[in-house]
């Protein structure tokens, strides 16, 4: 018995050491520079915000103490981007120009971030449509989203989906299913039975749903996938440690109404 007693004795004591080694103090780590920087067809839209501590409530307040400014390596110009006082976010109405290549830098509590990319060429959006599939627990419309490949090989795209203008659904696809400069992409939606959906998936008759289709590099295609998976991405930005990413690229956008009693199924 004593023997026993004193095998016990030791676990609790290995026990409680590896509970120390693992004690990590996660509700103290400082917070961080989110950057989401976004060049299109549009203008720029950079928006600033810090990470949360464990524990305490989202704070989403954008900053808008930094010095943004944006230059176009091709052209040699650089310009300020200066913060819309409506939302705090950094914008202009100047669009970026396919083929060249773009640096965003931030200058904030006299730390500097910066990254470069390309301005990617546009794609367009050919057909967006929904059907039903017959799936064994219930029907389920789909979104059929066809668009062109852009002539540069290893192309990827991220597909965002909102639905009322909030964002619904997201996706990451490549080039590899590309048909003679086609791509066709499905995305599973709402069941036909919404008393057996979630909520965050249901389509209600009359919802407008937008899709987005953007270009993207091999490198952004890496970091949303990271994102997805809830794993360490590629670092987007040079100098100190930040969260966020900078993407140059054309959006396509089209648009439809939601009605499940028009619905064909799914050949």
Known sequence: MRYYALITLLLMVV?????????????????????????????????LTL?????EPMDLTPLTDAAVTLTDLTAGETRTIDTDPATGRYTDTIPGIPGHEYTLSIDRNGQTFTSTTAMREPTQILSIEFKWIKMPYDYV?????????????DDCYWIRIYRNADPYKWLIVDDRGANDGIIS?????????????????ILRDGDLVTVTVTPISRQMMDYLTALQSNSNGPAMFEGPFCLGYFLASPVATDSTTYHPDQLTQYQ
């Open 185 to 201: 992409e499905i995305t599973m939606t709402s069941r036909k039975d919404l008393d057996e959906e979630d909520e965050k998936d």
């Open 15 to 47: 026990a409680t050491s590896c509970e120390k080694e693992l004690d990590f103090r996660y509700h103290d780590v400082e917070s961080a520079l989110v950057i989401e920087g976004a060049l299109t067809d549009r203008g720029a839209d950079i928006l």
């Open 141 to 153: 419309a789909i979104l059929k989203t066809t668009f062109t490949d852009t002539p540069a090989a």
């Open 51 to 55: 990470t949360t501590p464990m524990g």
